[in-house]
């Protein structure tokens, strides 16, 4: 447990670190190169914070929660009990709440219909590829260990 925990902060603080500097970047060549008083942030969400600042400091502590959440949903996969479909379905699920509750705050997609139809629609997209991927990865290995085992008896 105490190497899942160690995992989710490493994520945690990684992704808080990767959030800050692409908003950084973002907000310095936008300032310097197009217009001034730009901010990578929506600014219906920095309207709900009393100061830009504030919002920021939200806004990098949610990119950290999103780290955490898909380091420390992980450790579903390692429960040899439940089956691979079942261990995706919950990761899916698990994931996909807190992403996408994060995302629609960020982005306040509950104003824009289809933006927030086509998110989910490339979320779910994402974790069918990554699911199947993972499964021909997994019938691979078992095809593998087989072949060894089958070998060992032979001898």
Not at 26 to 44: C, E, K, L, R, Y
Not at 117 to 146: C, F, P, Q, W
Request: hydrophobic share 50%.
């Amino acid at each position: 447990m105490k190497e899942v925990l160690k995992r989710g902060f490493m994520s945690f603080a990684l992704s808080s670190f990767a959030g800050l500097l692409v908003n950084l970047i973002i907000d310095a060549v936008m300032n310097t190169s197009f217009t001034t008083g730009f901010t990578s942030m929506s600014p219906d969400y920095v309207a709900l914070f009393p100061s830009v600042t504030i919002a920021a400091y939200v806004n990098i502590l949610l990119y950290g929660v999103i780290g955490a959440t898909f380091a420390l949903s992980a450790y579903i996969y390692e429960i040899e009990k439940i089956g691979f479909i079942i261990q995706s379905i919950i990761y899916f699920i698990i994931t996909s709440s807190v992403c996408v509750g994060i995302t629609i705050l960020l982005w306040q997609l509950h104003k824009y219909p289809s933006a927030f139809i086509s998110t989910l629609a490339g979320y779910l997209a994402t974790h069918i590829i990554m699911i199947v991927i993972e499964y021909r990865k997994l019938k691979a290995d078992i095809k593998v260990i087989n072949e060894l085992s089958s070998d060992k008896e032979q001898r």
